[in-house]
């Protein structure tokens, strides 16, 4: 469901662009430091459709808490040709996103050039200053384009929306702005959740929100199937795979 038009958030992250910001990962508008509101690159997207900096709540409008790369997987017409390019849809290149706002600029939050939330020129449709190549582009399911936009939908045997909308009730409850790291020793709802995660996806482990051997030996296995580095431990990485609840 779209909770802006793409006129609307390319005003509103241009109306960021044009305050007092600074660059901090994991936030998105939520936090002040030295006068300046923090926001980091997938932040000022999420924060914005979360109401933020004026009226913000985590997780409002129903959008997800995302990283910039599950971020452009989610979106539709995902393209390398930038000569299609339209207003309010997200460039991305590994790790780093961006908003594009029209005439061959974009609006990033990085640490790169001002360390904040600024206007750099995307170099695959123009030249100019604070110029970066991007990767591939893409439309948000979150914003109205003025065409219809497919929402990419979950696999059918996996109740991914209800899975994940229980994941980040838990983790807003228990107050963190991003997926925590969890590992042995961790007790709880978040650690019931990747339980119940795992067993979608093969493994036979007791839901009792305990992260000890059994729990950290089938994320080993889970990392292990994956490509990931075997470590045990549920990072961003880990959580990406999670979030996505597909079998190997």
Known sequence: MAVLTASQLVDKVKAVANTATAYKLGTFGNKTSGGKRQWDC???????LWGYPDNGKYLKNGVLDQNADTIISKCSGVSTDFSNIVSGEIVWMKGHMG??????KVVEATPKWD?????????????????RKWTKHGKSPYIDYGTTVSTPAPE???????WLNRLNAEIARQGFSSYPTVKKGAKGGITRLIQERLNSVGFNLVVDGDFGKKTKEAIIVFQRNRGLVQDGVVGSNTWDWLLKGTKM
């Open 115 to 131: 360390n904040g939330v600024q206007v750099s020129t995307c170099a695959n449709v123009s030249n100019g200053s604070k110029s």
């Open 99 to 104: 908003i594009y706002i029209g005439n061959g």
């Open 156 to 162: 059918p045997s996996q109740p991914v929306d209800d």
């Open 42 to 48: 997938s932040g000022l997207l999420k924060g914005i």
